[in-house]
């Protein structure tokens, strides 16, 4: 008999992820997990990991309580708040492909439309995550009123379940391949070129953060499986979009955004 391989410096749960084979460990509402695949289902598993940690941190706060089992651990109690969790705690749960994952994990709430604000919070990680890129940094690295930035868990994960119907037939066509594009010297390029979309997601105008968030949502899923066709992609629609705005304005996007939309 062999040896049981031993658990991931980050955890069991997501040192499976690059042989694609990652299995639930918590029971997953069926309507979420059904369509969900390699990075999108990674986030939801790190999402309900990160919520448990913070369910188990209040309650040794308010002095113990009965243990949360998995099948409860998306459900907040009526009078308690949503658990949070912070950048930072994201960031210490990520290895090697962990500029992809945040950028991915940042990039989905700008996916969707009709969704104010958070796109403007969110942009600002992207753009230093960019920036670091450009620079040459083999890990992310942000400031300390960065990593301390914090968000709902409840609410990031309602959009990662949103966004996984449309990233479900990019992650099937993801393979490796180009692999200059995200070798060392590419990967500073793209975060070069990752920074004007980033710019315009941060601008708080209709219209300037939806086609960009997809963008670098395709780009870093292109980044986390080493898919350097993707990543063009993600680049090409990104900077497409923002061409458009500085040549036609924001009211004429505004147009083209709303009949693509109602054609969705």
């Known amino acids: 008999m062999t040896a049981a391989k031993p658990p991931h410096p980050a955890g069991a749960l997501f040192g499976e992820f690059p042989q694609r084979s990652m299995s639930m460990t918590h029971a997953a509402s069926p309507h979420s997990a059904a369509g969900m695949h390699g990075a999108t289902r990674f986030l939801r598993d790190m999402l309900d990991a ?70 403007q919070i969110v942009a600002l990680p992207m753009l230093a995550l960019a920036g670091q890129l450009a620079a040459g940094r083999q890990h992310p690295w942000l400031p300390k009123r960065l990593r301390a930035r914090r968000f709902s868990i409840p609410a990031f994960r309602a959009v990662v379940e949103r966004s996984a119907g449309y990233a479900r037939w990019v992650e099937r066509l993801a393979r490796p391949r180009l692999a200059a594009v995200t070798g060392r010297l590419g990967l500073r390029l793209v975060g070069a070129l990752m920074i004007a979309p980033c710019l315009s997601i ?40 923002v061409a458009l705005l500085l040549t036609l304005g924001v009211e004429a996007a505004s147009l083209i955004m709303g009949w693509i939309s109602a054609r969705l």
């Open 50 to 119: 990160l919520e448990r940690d913070a369910r188990a941190a209040a309650r040794a706060a308010r002095g113990g309580g009965a243990p949360e089992d998995a099948a409860t651990a998306g459900e907040a109690a009526p009078d308690q708040a949503p658990a949070t969790a912070s950048l930072g705690d994201v960031m210490d749960r990520l290895d090697e492909r962990a500029f992809g994952f945040l950028l991915l994990l940042l990039a989905l709430p700008c996916c969707l439309p009709f969704v104010y604000v958070l796109p």
């Open 202 to 241: 941060l601008t708080p105008l209709p219209s300037t953060n939806t086609v960009p968030g997809i963008g670098v949502a395709i780009a870093a899923l292109g980044l986390i499986e080493r898919d350097g066709a993707l990543v063009i992609l993600g680049l090409v629609i990104g900077f497409l979009w």
